[in-house]
């Protein structure tokens, strides 16, 4: 009998001692996550900032350049400042190198085709239906270069908090499903602003399409593990949005210099309302069986991670 209970005794104490190691594990692992969040976050932001602040204003003091050349040269050096700051941030924090800057032209023309046709059948789709009515055609302007650039830029810039740095942080801590799912939430979540007067139905409705998008984007980045393919996607589906002369992600701020001058025929669970197409319950549904696909894919090619606990176990 009192070696049974010895027996019980020491079960129980190894039971105990196995869930306070993988409870320190976690704690670890959690612990890496925030540090690496911050440092990456911390680089990356800090050298856009200052670039901005401290190089932008030296650069306008010595050169004068004129006002065109000025915002081309702010939105170079803030992208640049923040390519070197995430380079410099991978080998010197993470010790690999960074090969998911690495071109390939060939993925990221296909990231980019993928990305145009995903929104251009569904809003193609919206124009049939009569929910979009194209009211004249106009030359196309030179200004589409320049708003090309600004798109590529954030779409590049988002892909490298995002995916990069967010997704890939916490995907070495709790897994690559959780990561998905938190970095596409807080995707959804910073995209609030765009709609400061909207109410409660389309914010529900762009956090929806957002976060879905925020999935799909991930998953493009799990499938490519490279930063340049999920910017094509994410730039391209952008782009071909402003050109279809609907708001793009609640901004209509271009449309009076694409092609296309287009006006709403339909409801808003149809057109997308104020947010335009990203909220068309019709594009929702594509952007929510690409996902699918995606990730399937994905998963097929074994690129989903298991938590760090299981990965070390």
Not at 48 to 73: K, T
Not at 166 to 190: H, K
Request: glycine share 12%; proline share 4%.
């Amino acid at each position: 009998m009192a070696t049974a209970v010895a027996s019980d005794i020491d079960v129980a104490a190894g039971v105990a001692t196995s869930t306070g190691t993988a409870h320190r594990r976690h704690l670890r692992a959690f612990g890496r996550m925030l540090w690496a969040l911050l440092l990456g976050g911390a680089a990356v932001l800090g050298a856009m900032f200052a670039f901005r602040q401290g190089l932008l204003p030296w650069i306008e003091a010595v050169f004068q350049p004129d006002a065109g050349a000025l915002s081309g040269i702010r939105r170079a050096g803030i992208f640049l400042a923040a390519m070197l700051a995430y380079w410099a941030y991978v080998r010197g924090y993470e010790k690999r190198a960074a090969t998911e800057l690495r071109l390939r032209p060939v993925a990221l023309l296909l990231g980019g085709i993928a990305g145009a046709a995903l929104v251009a059948l569904p809003i193609a789709a919206l124009f049939g239906l009569g929910a979009y009515e194209l009211v004249q055609s106009r030359p196309a302007s030179p200004a589409l270069f320049g708003i090309a650039a600004v798109i590529g830029i954030a779409a590049t810039l988002e892909e490298v908090l995002y995916r990069c740095l967010l997704l890939q942080a916490l995907e070495r801590a709790w897994g690559t499903r959780v990561a998905l799912v938190v970095q596409a939430l807080v995707f959804a979540l910073m995209h609030l602003g765009n709609m400061p007067q909207a109410g409660s139905g389309d914010a529900a409705a762009m956090l929806v399409s957002v976060g879905l998008l925020g999935l799909l984007w991930g998953g493009v980045f799990l499938l490519a593990r490279n930063l340049w393919v999920a910017a094509a996607h994410h730039a391209a589906w952008n782009f071909t949005i402003v050109l279809s002369g609907v708001p793009l992600s609640g901004n209509d701020d271009w449309r009076a210099l694409v092609p296309m001058q287009t006006r709403y025929a339909g409801s808003d669970w149809l057109t997308g309302g104020m947010f335009g197409p990203e909220n068309s319950l019709l594009v929702i549904a594509a952007i929510a069986m690409a996902v699918v696909l995606v990730l399937r894919a994905a998963h097929r090619r074994g690129k989903m991670l298991p938590p760090a606990g299981l990965r070390e176990g």
